[in-house]
């Protein structure tokens, strides 16, 4: 299995905690965080092969944080989760150059 990290952003402290519970019973080593901002200052460093995001978080929704995280991490998958039932909100993940 690939040594580098599984990261982990929501703002959700139970959906966080699932998330590494069934990341990590499967294998992976998972570095979790709540803020964005905070995962975005240790993605670098850590070289992580998958970032998976929340999408909707208070301070940077997870289509931003994505954005931001391929700059750090280029060939890392991004994975962006959301309960959100709403095609746009897919569509612009996809497509952020659309319009909202």
């Known amino acids: 299995m690939d ?3 599984v990261i982990v952003v929501d703002d959700d402290p139970l959906a966080l905690k699932a998330l590494d519970r069934t990341l990590g019973g499967a294998g992976y ?3 979790c965080y709540l803020e964005p901002h905070e995962a975005l200052g240790f993605i670098e460093s ?3 092969s998958v970032i ?3 999408y909707m978080m208070p301070k ?3 289509i931003a944080f994505l954005q931001r995280a391929r700059t750090c991490a280029p060939h ?3 994975i962006l989760c959301t309960a959100a039932e709403d095609f746009h909100v897919a569509q612009h ?3 952020p150059s659309l319009p909202t």
Do not use: K
């Open 46 to 48: 850590l070289g992580p």
């Open 93 to 95: 993940a996809v497509n």
């Open 60 to 62: 940077m929704d997870g």
């Open 52 to 54: 998976i995001s929340d």
């Open 3 to 5: 040594s580098s990290p």
């Open 76 to 78: 890392a998958t991004r």
């Open 29 to 31: 080593e998972t570095r």
